[in-house]
């Protein structure tokens, strides 16, 4: 077990950092008026510059992504039900999201910008894992629809 949580988090490491520079250039465009924020200024000031900023968000992205996908073995626990898979999976990526967006200043330095952000985390999770639920159940309709299928014909 600990060698597939190493290696699902070693094939996250550099999905986190891709996902983190693809919203850097979704931020950019949506927000930056033509130019490139690779990341908050506010970091930038605290690092001293710019590429330091940016190596560490680029760690700390790669750190969430590692985070993300060895969590994700929590789903492939079929001794857990689908509440305890969700609170366990919902806390452990909570406990990763929210410094790396504290640290990378992605959120507001207040009580009100963490629960402002983690507001929005939670809707996102929710909105996320419910897509995924719908999918999941429109998989086993069809495998079962299959199956029923093949036990007639076998009659």
């Known amino acids: 077990m600990k060698k597939k949580i190493f290696l699902r988090g070693a094939m996250g490491f550099p999905l986190g950092i891709t996902i983190g520079y693809l919203i850097s250039i979704f931020v950019s465009l949506v927000w930056a008026e033509g130019y490139y924020v690779p990341c908050e200024p506010e970091l930038v000031n605290i690092m001293g510059n710019e590429i330091k900023a940016v190596v560490f968000q680029a760690v700390l992205c790669g750190i969430l992504g590692a985070g993300f996908s060895a969590g994700s073995l929590i789903w492939e626990t079929e001794e857990w039900n689908l509440v305890k898979q969700t609170g366990v999976y ?10 790396v967006a504290y640290f990378n200043y992605w959120m507001e330095h207040s009580v009100g910008g963490f629960l402002s952000y983690f507001g929005i ?14 999918i999941g159940r429109q998989m ?3 495998m079962n629809a299959g199956l029923s299928k093949a036990k007639e014909s076998v009659r």
């Open 121 to 134: 985390f939670v809707f996102l999770f929710a909105v996320i894992w419910v897509i995924q639920f719908l």
């Open 140 to 142: 086993v309709k069809k």
């Open 90 to 99: 919902f806390i452990l990526v909570s406990v990763i999201m929210m410094p």
